[in-house]
């Protein structure tokens, strides 16, 4: 089956500090992979997404790169913020089927 | 503003009680779907309609009973609802197909069932 795991949280960073939260996937097929963000009392937001194998998606200072060889899509960002404490998604969509499989979800706390 | 708004954002209930939850989207989108957001369990699919029709209901209990009158309109009438039903319920939409289409979301209807 398709399936998302995410590393668990949460994670306490301190402002500036660098961030990984590892995600790894099975799926029949090739999923397009996603981010996704969850601020305190809101929806999901999409952060970034990659659609094929070497894909990079970037936004807000945010990468991920799609690793097929190691069925990964690890979030990473090189300085992070107060702001960026939040709830993070890895999502996958396998084919021409929109529905999303979502990792647990990883809380991040960033303090100054 | 994501495109897909959701009324009401806040919800208390009693059990007997009848309600629904409302979602629009303004993406042109033809697939609308609902999400669930408890505490203790990740996100899961509840609904998938696609031009208007169900396509997936994920074993969903029938005291929720979905309806989607266009494509840009989605509701999600509640009756008889237990306090786990207690949640977050998120609505999205998205293209219908296609390799790596994005799903936007709402921003959520907290129910409390009490």
């Known amino acids: 089956g398709n399936s998302v795991t995410q590393m668990e949280g949460p994670v306490t960073l301190s402002e500036e500090a660098f961030l990984t939260i590892n995600c790894t996937y099975t799926a029949t097929g090739y999923p397009s992979l996603f981010w996704y963000v969850q601020y305190p009392g809101e929806g999901l937001q999409l952060l970034l997404k990659a659609t094929k194998a070497d894909d990079k998606g970037s936004n807000k200072g945010f990468e991920a790169t799609y690793r097929k060889e190691t069925t990964s899509f690890h979030l990473e960002k090189g300085s992070v913020q107060v702001s960026d404490s939040a709830v993070y998604f890895c999502?996958?969509?396998?084919?021409?089927?929109?529905?999303?499989?979502f990792g647990a979800g990883t809380r991040l706390a960033v303090h100054p | 503003e994501t495109g897909v708004t959701q009324t009401p954002r806040h919800l208390v209930m009693g059990m007997t009680n009848k309600k629904s939850l409302k979602c629009e989207q303004h993406l042109g989108h033809n697939a609308m779907y609902w999400y669930k957001q408890s505490a203790k369990k990740p996100l899961e699919l509840m609904f998938v309609?696609?031009?208007?029709?169900?396509?997936e209901n994920n074993s969903v209990p029938s005291r929720f009973s979905p309806e989607c009158p266009n494509s840009s309109h989605l509701f999600l009438h509640l009756h008889t609802l237990q306090p786990e039903d207690s949640a977050l319920y998120l609505c999205?939409?998205?293209?219908?197909?296609?390799?790596?289409?994005?799903?936007?979301f709402g921003e959520g209807s907290w129910l409390t069932v009490v």
């Open positions: 999205a939409s998205s293209q219908d197909k296609g390799v790596g289409n994005t799903i936007y």
């Open positions: 309609y696609n031009f208007k029709e169900q396509t």
């Open positions: 999502a996958l969509v396998v084919g021409g089927y929109n529905k999303l499989i």
